[in-house]
Each structure stands twice: as C-alpha cells, then as structure tokens.
C-alpha cells in the first residue's frame, strides 16, 4: 500500500569530470590559481598524461599562463618529442624563456627535437650565456657523455657570507636539484673567477 504521495524518481548521481577536463575549463578560463591547484593535486607522473590529452593549442596555452618557471617544471614531466611539440605552439619569446629554465641539457635535448630553422629562431631571443650553453650540448648525441653535462654552475661575489649561500641553496633547492653541482665557485668585482670550494666542505665546514 502507498499512502498517495508520488514517488520522486530518484536522480543519478552526476560523475566527477575527469583530471583532464578539469584542467582544460581552467585553462579556457584563464584561471591560473586553479591550474596550479589541479597541476600540483595530481601524482606527478600523471600530469603530463593528463595534460597530453588536451589539444596542442591548450597545451602551449597552458604553459603560457604558468609562465617560465612553472612552465618549465611541467614541461620537464613530458617527453622530449611531446615537449617540442609544444614548443612548437608558442611564441619564440614565450619558447625561449621556458627552455632557458630548463637544465641545460635538456632544453638542448628539447631544440634538437625541432628543425633547425625553428630552433635557431628560439636560441637567437634566449639568454646568449644560455644560448651558448644549450648550443655546445646540442653538438652531442642526447646519450653520450658530453650530451648529460650540463653548463649550469653557482658562483657569487666574494663578499657573500656562507649563510647567504645556504639560504639561496635552499631558496632555490627545486632548480638547483637538477644541476649535478659539487663546486660554489666565487668571482672578483672585474667578474674574473676568484677561487672554487666543494660544496661539502662549505656545508660541513666549520663557521
């Protein structure tokens, strides 16, 4: 028996958009806080295949709203074909930045995965110490030892304390990890090359 009252149908549950059509309303919104949020929420191993979904045009346009830092550490997540085509997308100007935020060796990995034309376009705009950088390692096949170097070092004035060098290795600990680095190197206000320590001996060195 009913009691007369109609019986409301019952309402499927609606599912979750998935990681990438989220990412993608972000993007088209332009809503960078967001894109960070859902960027950083995913496993790292995710966030490429996630974003790898999208369109091309929504890729580079993602990258253009993270700008060059953020930019660069997602892009670091995808492989080098997959990232040139990317690159590919964007501005030289935008292109250029980004892979100067790379390591070395990979932003020369990076240009050698497009022609030569378009690549030369990129290294023209970038940094000329970085440029010339990636162009030495472009020379070398991806896999062989002069292809994993990188041409990044830390060097600072000679009036800079220890603990400044400490706080700016732990300020920048994210981008510093990526550079193989065993050696602070000081330079003279001329910026000539004043002398070399270990990093180990100036972390475990006494004050």
């Known amino acids: 028996m009913t009691d007369g009252r109609e019986e409301m149908p019952l309402?499927?549950?609606?599912?979750a958009p998935t990681p990438d059509v989220t990412l993608a309303g972000a993007i088209s919104a332009g809503d960078l806080e967001r894109l960070v949020s859902i960027i950083r929420g995913l496993p790292r191993g995710e966030v490429a295949r996630t974003a790898s979904r999208l369109p091309l045009d929504l890729q580079a346009r993602?990258?253009?709203?993270?700008?060059?830092?953020?930019?660069?550490?997602?892009?670091g997540l995808f492989e080098d074909e997959q990232a040139a085509e990317i690159?590919?997308?964007?501005?030289?100007?935008?292109a250029a930045a980004?892979?100067?935020?790379?390591?070395?060796?990979?932003?020369?990995?990076?240009?050698?995965?497009?022609?030569a034309q378009?690549?030369?376009?990129?290294?023209?705009?970038?940094?000329?110490?970085?440029?010339a950088g990636v162009r030495t390692l472009a020379t070398y096949e991806p896999h062989v030892?002069?292809?994993?170097m990188i041409t990044e070092v830390l060097a600072y004035d000679e009036g800079t304390t220890v603990g400044d060098v400490v706080a700016d290795l732990r300020a920048h600990a994210d981008t510093y990890a990526d550079f193989s680095i065993q050696y602070i190197y000081v330079v003279e206000p001329t910026r000539e090359l004043g002398g070399g320590l270990k990093l180990r001996d100036l972390l475990l060195g006494r004050p």
């Open 145 to 148: 030892a002069g292809g994993l």
């Open 62 to 75: 993602m990258l253009e709203l993270l700008g060059p830092d953020e930019a660069a550490r997602v892009l």
């Open 11 to 15: 309402r499927e549950a609606t599912p």
């Open 87 to 94: 690159i590919e997308r964007l501005p030289a100007d935008d």
């Open 98 to 115: 980004i892979i100067g935020e790379l390591p070395s060796n990979d932003g020369a990995d990076l240009l050698s995965e497009l022609d």
């Open 118 to 131: 378009h690549a030369e376009t990129i290294l023209r705009v970038m940094d000329p110490a970085t440029a």
